[in-house]
């Protein structure tokens, strides 16, 4: 089954920088979109950034000019660049993907588990 793993997360002190990637695996025949969202206890799960399969790319704008997202299409795998880290960045951090399994098929939705990351003031 599709199966969406998140790494990179971590502590750093606000300023700092910090690298989140996504591998996705599985049965894949096309990725629609890759991307990122995050959740605070107690509040909903929102878009970070996305990019399409064309590479267009989708910022909040709470991390316009901080944040880069980027992909790796041979390996399906998705990364978060982020810089300037503010203490309010801090979240769970989930890895989303918009895919279909083979031609026929429809596109669905996959998210990883999540990872954390925290930062400092």
């Known amino acids: 089954q599709v199966q969406l793993v998140e790494s990179g997360g971590g502590l750093v002190q606000a300023g700092g920088s910090l690298r989140l990637s996504c591998a996705a695996s599985?049965?894949?025949?096309?990725?629609?979109?890759m991307g990122w969202y995050r959740q605070v206890p107690g509040k909903q799960r929102d878009l970070v950034a996305h990019?399409?399969?064309?590479?267009?790319?989708t910022y909040a704008d709470s991390v316009k000019g901080r944040f880069t997202i980027s992909r790796d299409s041979a390996k399906n795998t998705v990364f978060l660049q982020m810089n300037s880290l503010k203490p309010e960045d801090t979240a769970v951090y989930y890895c989303?993907?918009?895919?279909?399994?083979?031609?026929?098929?429809?596109?669905?939705?996959?998210w990883g588990r999540g990872t954390q990351v925290t930062v400092s003031s």
């Open positions: 990019i399409t399969s064309g590479g267009s790319t």
């Open positions: 599985g049965r894949i025949f096309s990725i629609n979109v």
């Open positions: 989303y993907a918009n895919l279909r399994k083979d031609l026929t098929s429809p596109y669905y939705d996959f």
